[in-house]
């Protein structure tokens, strides 16, 4: 069950000529608290959003104006285009007169709610080119199959091809057939030195 809901729920649609524009989106809220919102884009330049920081109380709703400025002639739009609402519950014992916009930049009041926050995007549709696609979602099994699988691969043993030798290894065997020239031994000579003077003379 979707505690929070947009309408429209995934993209909003203008047109790519010069004129200004105007369109809306109306977020509610079923939760039973409070919950505070923080709008973004792609581009502050070419779109604004009015509010930026708001709240809704649990059981309302708010309508959110979407404003863009038109795209120049003869320059395609950016089909990435998106706005972004960033949103989260309030602690049952939050002050009442919190102000929407110091909450967001408030680090400790963020530490407080990041458990609650999460980000919706809506996307930017021109008329003339096609809908934006939802993003694919991810398979968590899949991923942790891929990851299985190449761990396992990883881990089993090797198979060694013991038909393959090393090139010298023909060399060598032709030797020790006699099918190459045998090596001559070699002869080492032991040199111990002349005997001592005294000796000689007495011969």
């Known amino acids: ?20 524009q105007i369109k809306e989106v109306t977020i509610a809220n079923a939760h039973n608290q409070t919950a505070i919102f923080k709008m973004k884009t792609t581009r502050p330049g070419v779109f604004k959003m009015k509010p930026v920081f708001f709240s809704l109380q649990p059981r309302t709703q708010k309508v959110i104006k979407l404003h863009y400025s038109g795209c120049p002639e003869g320059v395609k ?24 916009e110091k909450v967001w930049e408030d680090q400790k009041m963020q530490a407080e709610l990041a458990d609650s926050v999460k980000r919706r995007v809506l996307k930017i549709h021109y008329e003339g080119y ?4 939802d993003a694919p979602e991810k398979s968590e099994n899949k991923s942790k199959k891929t990851k299985k699988s190449k761990d396992s691969t990883d881990d089993a043993p090797r198979k060694v091809n013991y038909n393959h030798q090393p090139a010298f290894s023909a060399a060598a065997n032709a030797n020790a057939h006699g099918s190459a020239p045998a090596v001559q031994p070699i002869v080492y000579i032991v040199y111990q030195g002349l005997p001592p003077r005294g000796t000689v003379e007495r011969k």
């Open 77 to 100: 739009p950016n089909l990435k285009d998106r706005f972004s609402v960033i949103m989260a519950i309030l602690p049952k014992d939050a002050p009442a007169d919190w102000d929407m």
């Open 1 to 20: 069950e979707h505690k929070i809901t947009f309408d429209p729920p995934k993209y909003v649609t203008f047109k790519p000529n010069p004129e200004e």
């Open 130 to 133: 096609p809908i934006p696609a």
